[in-house]
């Protein structure tokens, strides 16, 4: 199977592909899948959503890549997150981070995210070229989860470069490398908070590992990597190609203009419409599922295309059309089921903040470049920009 990821008209708008795709079945074999195994995909929304909740399609990647030989040397505590495991162990680690991601704990956050966009946004003047995302969606979340875990602002150059280098599709050399970077700077965090402890969610994690919470020191490493990385990635995403939709949709845009209190509302949409995460991560069967009226046999990838259910026409009609006013809560954006982004409250709040601030201060936002021009991120797991040029 050719990789999409290297046509610059896929990246540009996959939908027509995807369309494509589930108007031949919801669910198809595709040749060729994660491992060189034969693997399936899913395009519709109800199988999608089926598949995600169905704990037949485990994600525990240890027992799939047992005894299969591979070059890559991903660094246990990434290649093991909370997200490639199943329950117990992912009930466990879960319940010890859900509370740093409440919507009470969220709301305790917004006036430092509110603080740092509105000093990030200092950096544009009226009139001038602004890089959206290398201006505020790239450092807003990366600022709030690192303030959150308690990594020291010195550091979060670093962590930022090193979370972007493990989605460098096609570079598997490079994401290797990444992941004993994270890992390691991570084990030299942990080790240096232990002698002068803080009181941030690394810290309470840190006590739960001395604790009697049977964390293991490799899942206390892997957890906060995951936090670091899922914690903002998929943020910055989620703000570039909110404002991008907008743009491109001026009766849309002037509405949130006119009336900001509405934004909290369409979020769900704007998620929707253009998933931050396109694809859900590495899922396998562990016995015969039958899916979409497709027989799935046992120890089969599977690869559930978010991007593609949010775009079925058989829940959301329309679905290629931005609808303010639709009722999108019901959008797999953020996954389904027990791996569902556990940091969902707070990306939506980053978000609702980011855009009213834009559409606040400079109301007359616009993009700078035409919209074929606008360059995406080489990568299947996450849909963004690599930058958005604006001026106001």
Same mark, same amino acid.
């Given at each position: 199977?050719?990789?999409?990821?290297?046509?610059?008209?896929?990246?540009?708008?996959?939908?027509?592909?995807?369309?494509?795709?589930?108007?031949?079945?919801?669910?198809?074999?595709?040749?060729?899948?994660?491992?060189?195994?034969?693997?399936?995909?899913?395009?519709?929304?109800?199988?999608?959503?089926?598949?995600?909740?169905?704990?037949?399609?485990?994600?525990?990647?240890?027992?799939?890549?047992?005894?299969?030989?591979?070059?890559?040397?991903?660094?246990?505590?990434?290649?093991?997150?909370?997200?490639?495991?199943?329950?117990?162990?992912?009930?466990?680690?879960?319940?010890?981070?859900?509370?740093?991601?409440?919507?009470?704990?969220?709301?305790?956050?917004?006036?430092?995210?509110?603080?740092?966009?509105?000093?990030?946004?200092?950096?544009?003047?009226?009139?001038?070229?602004?890089?959206?995302?290398?201006?505020?969606?790239?450092?807003?979340?990366?600022?709030?989860?690192?303030?959150?875990?308690?990594?020291?602002?010195?550091?979060?150059?670093?962590?930022?470069?090193?979370?972007?280098?493990?989605?460098?599709?096609?570079?598997?050399?490079?994401?290797?490398?990444?992941?004993?970077?994270?890992?390691?700077?991570?084990?030299? !965090?942990? #080790? @240096?908070? &232990?002698?002068?402890?803080?009181?941030?969610?690394? $810290?309470? +994690?840190?006590?739960? *590992? %001395?604790?009697?919470?049977?964390?293991?020191?490799?899942?206390?490493?892997?957890?906060?990597?995951?936090?670091?990385?899922?914690?903002?990635?998929?943020?910055?995403?989620?703000?570039?190609?909110?404002?991008?939709?907008?743009?491109?949709?001026?009766?849309?845009?002037?509405?949130?203009?006119?009336?900001?209190?509405?934004?909290?509302?369409?979020?769900?949409?704007?998620?929707?419409?253009?998933?931050?995460?396109?694809?859900?991560?590495?899922?396998?069967?562990?016995?015969?599922?039958?899916?979409?009226?497709?027989?799935?046999?046992?120890?089969?990838?599977?690869?559930?295309? !978010?991007? #593609? @259910?949010? &775009?079925?026409?058989?829940?959301?009609?329309?679905? $290629?059309? +931005?609808?303010?006013? *639709? %009722?999108?809560?019901?959008?797999?954006?953020?996954?389904?089921?027990?791996?569902?982004?556990?940091?969902?409250?707070?990306?939506?709040?980053?978000?609702?903040?980011?855009?009213?601030?834009?559409?606040?201060?400079?109301?007359?936002?616009?993009?700078?470049?035409?919209?074929?021009?606008?360059?995406?991120?080489?990568?299947?797991?996450?849909?963004?920009?690599?930058?958005?040029?604006?001026?106001?």
């Amino acid at each position: 199977m050719t990789d999409p990821t290297q046509d610059p008209r896929f990246l540009r708008d996959p939908y027509p592909a995807y369309a494509a795709m589930r108007s031949t079945g919801p669910v198809q074999s595709v040749p060729v899948g994660s491992g060189g195994h034969p693997g399936y995909v899913v395009t519709g929304y109800a199988e999608a959503r089926s598949a995600l909740g169905d704990a037949r399609l485990s994600k525990d990647t240890a027992v799939f890549f047992a005894g299969k030989k591979s070059r890559r040397r991903l660094h246990p505590a990434v290649a093991h997150t909370m997200l490639a495991c199943v329950p117990p162990q992912h009930t466990r680690l879960r319940k010890l981070v859900t509370k740093a991601f409440t919507t009470g704990a969220v709301k305790e956050l917004r006036p430092f995210i509110a603080r740092v966009t509105d000093e990030l946004l200092d950096q544009w003047r009226a009139g001038e070229r602004f890089d959206f995302v290398a201006g505020l969606a790239v450092p807003l979340p990366v600022v709030v989860i690192c303030e959150l875990l308690g990594v020291p602002e010195a550091d979060r150059p670093h962590v930022q470069r090193w979370s972007a280098e493990l989605f460098a599709a096609g570079q598997p050399d490079v994401i290797d490398a990444a992941s004993h970077a994270m890992a390691d700077y991570m084990t030299g !965090l942990i #080790a @240096a908070k &232990r002698l002068a402890p803080g009181g941030s969610l690394l $810290d309470r +994690l840190i006590s739960a *590992r %001395d604790g009697d919470d049977h964390l293991s020191e490799e899942e206390l490493v892997s957890l906060a990597v995951l936090l670091l990385v899922a914690g903002h990635e998929t943020t910055t995403n989620f703000l570039g190609n909110a404002l991008l939709a907008l743009l491109q949709h001026p009766a849309e845009l002037s509405r949130l203009r006119d009336d900001p209190d509405d934004i909290p509302a369409l979020l769900d949409e704007l998620l929707r419409f253009d998933s931050p995460v396109s694809t859900a991560t590495f899922r396998f069967t562990t016995e015969a599922v039958t899916l979409g009226g497709t027989e799935i046999p046992a120890g089969a990838p599977v690869q559930v295309v !978010l991007g #593609a @259910a949010n &775009r079925d026409p058989a829940r959301f009609p329309s679905p $290629d059309l +931005l609808d303010l006013d *639709r %009722d999108a809560a019901a959008h797999l954006a953020f996954g389904h089921g027990i791996h569902r982004c556990v940091g969902a409250p707070l990306a939506k709040a980053e978000a609702e903040i980011a855009l009213r601030t834009v559409l606040t201060r400079f109301p007359a936002t616009r993009l700078a470049v035409p919209a074929d021009q606008l360059d995406w991120r080489r990568t299947r797991l996450v849909r963004g920009l690599v930058s958005l040029p604006v001026v106001a």
